[in-house]
């Protein structure tokens, strides 16, 4: 008993601090990025769907690798692409169907 608890000290410590969670992600980011502007073009109903889509699709991938991610700025979509060859079938296969609705940019 008393070597599992110096062994969970001991892995408690040799964890880095980026590893370390005390709570949820912040909400926002602090990008200098402008707001998008009220009247601006509204994504086609077809696009809104695949984003739809692959957040859903995509939400345990975040969970697992970007929990941490502050959202913004490209924050999450950058986080994802580094874990790209670790992202579940579903989250991969929604994320093309996005970048091919955008033409292969996002």
Request: net charge positive.
């Amino acid at each position: 008993m008393r070597f599992n608890a110096i062994f969970a000290v001991a892995l408690l410590f040799a964890l880095p601090a980026s590893a370390q969670t005390t709570g949820p992600a912040p909400a926002q980011t602090t990008c200098n990025r402008q707001p998008h502007q009220p009247g601006g073009a509204a994504p086609s109903p077809q696009l809104a769907a695949a984003r739809h889509n692959m957040h859903k699709a995509c939400a345990a991938d975040m969970a697992t690798y970007c929990s941490n991610v502050p959202r913004g700025c490209g924050a999450p979509k950058h986080c994802l692409m580094e874990h790209q060859s670790q992202l579940s079938a579903t989250c991969t296969a929604a994320w093309k169907n996005l970048r091919a609705m955008h033409g292969g940019h996002g």
